[in-house]
């Protein structure tokens, strides 16, 4: 079952730095909430239109650890990304906990919180 939550981040890492929103709506709960460094909120909605303003250029994450329940997991990870937001370019380094819901074979990403990280 780890695997198969690293193939579901990989999936959403990927529809991430490709701008796939229609991915993306499939990959998130419709009750998905996210939580950035500073505290906003951001539900599904305004998570997916976000692209409109913003893209990364580059994505990477690193000391991923993954924690399973019944229908749940926690997946830890340190992301590394470049992105541009409103024609400025950002560079970031966060820590990231992402959770997920499901199980055999179809994991949803219900929530995401970031932390920055100095390296």
């Given at each position: ?49 976000r692209?409109?303003e ?14 399973l ?7 830890r ?41 100095d390296?």
């Amino acid at each position: 079952m780890s695997e198969e939550i690293l193939a579901a981040h990989r999936a959403f890492q990927t529809a991430e730095l490709q701008a796939d929103t229609d991915r993306l709506d499939t990959l998130l709960t419709d009750d998905f909430r996210s939580i950035g460094e500073r505290g906003y909120l951001l539900d599904k909605s305004a998570w997916i239109g976000r692209f409109t303003e913003f893209g990364y250029t580059d994505l990477e994450t690193g000391e991923v650890d993954v924690c399973l329940y019944d229908r749940a997991a926690i997946l830890r990870c340190v992301q590394h990304s470049r992105s541009v937001w409103r024609g400025q370019e950002m560079s970031l380094t966060n820590r990231v906990s992402q959770v997920w819901v499901g199980g055999s074979g179809t994991w949803q990403l219900a929530g995401i919180q970031f932390s920055s990280h100095d390296v």
